[in-house]
């Protein structure tokens, strides 16, 4: 199994920005589809953005396209979720999440392997 682990989470104001972190634990990463997916209390699971092995392809969900950006760096097994113009509607917890298969339209259940998740809060 691959464990995640993410990081950089936290409160944060109207219009500002945080940079999510996901350290895979080996080097199967490279082979990986990654994914950010975010379910905030008492709502449905939420795709947000996926990214394919190599890094050259990316997906976002249109609620967060233009302000979030998903990258990797596949030589230190991380995947990143860059947050900008953020708003009170991505309060939420971010969990970063692995599958075999890099798929469009992605679902926010697909995928094999799972973080801890870290939350994201947005003050209005």
């Known amino acids: 199994q691959v464990q995640l682990v993410e990081s950089g989470g936290g409160l944060v104001q109207t219009g500002g920005s945080l940079r999510l972190s996901c350290a895979a634990s080996?080097?199967?990463?490279?082979?990986?589809?990654m994914a950010w997916i975010r379910q905030a209390p008492g709502k449905e699971r939420e795709f947000v953005a996926t990214?394919?092995?190599?890094?050259?392809?990316?997906y976002y969900a249109d609620s967060v396209k233009g302000r979030f950006t998903i990258s990797r760096v596949n030589a230190e097994n991380t995947v990143y979720l860059q947050m900008d113009s953020l708003k009170p509607e991505d309060t939420a917890v971010y969990y970063c999440?692995?599958?075999?298969?890099?798929?469009?339209?992605?679902?926010?259940?697909?995928?094999?392997?799972w973080g801890q998740g870290t939350q994201v809060t947005v003050s209005s």
């Open positions: 990214i394919n092995s190599s890094g050259r392809s990316t």
């Open positions: 080996d080097h199967t990463f490279s082979t990986y589809t």
């Open positions: 999440a692995a599958d075999r298969s890099y798929v469009l339209p992605p679902s926010p259940y697909q995928y094999l392997y």
